[in-house]
């Protein structure tokens, strides 16, 4: 992850805002007393917090696993 301190003058949020919408790579603002964060695009973050959800519902993790696992065949009422 790369990381840039918060600190420089140079720091252009617009660029890091690109940077992050672009690559999907976060970056760590770091500064000097240890209380750093970390930029990530909106959409990444919105597939976390729809990962974090789903993971929060009983049962819902292996139901996508036993999902995914089974041929679409099997899958198709006709």
Same mark, same amino acid.
């Given at each position: 992850?790369?990381?840039?301190?918060?600190?420089?003058?140079?720091?252009?949020?617009?660029?890091?805002?690109?940077?992050?919408? @672009?690559?999907?790579?976060?970056? =760590?603002?770091?500064?000097? +007393? $240890? /209380? #750093?964060?970390?930029?990530?695009?909106?959409?990444?973050?919105?597939?976390?917090?729809?990962?974090?959800?789903? @993971?929060?519902?009983?049962?819902? =993790?292996?139901?996508?696993? +036993? $999902? /995914? #696992?089974?041929?679409?065949?099997?899958?198709?009422?006709?």
């Amino acid at each position: 992850m790369t990381a840039i301190n918060a600190a420089m003058p140079s720091l252009n949020i617009f660029k890091i805002m690109s940077w992050v919408n @672009e690559t999907s790579e976060p970056i =760590t603002l770091t500064n000097d +007393n $240890g /209380k #750093n964060a970390v930029v990530i695009s909106e959409d990444d973050w919105n597939s976390i917090q729809e990962t974090l959800y789903l @993971e929060s519902i009983p049962g819902m =993790t292996q139901s996508l696993i +036993n $999902g /995914k #696992n089974t041929p679409f065949e099997e899958c198709v009422n006709e």
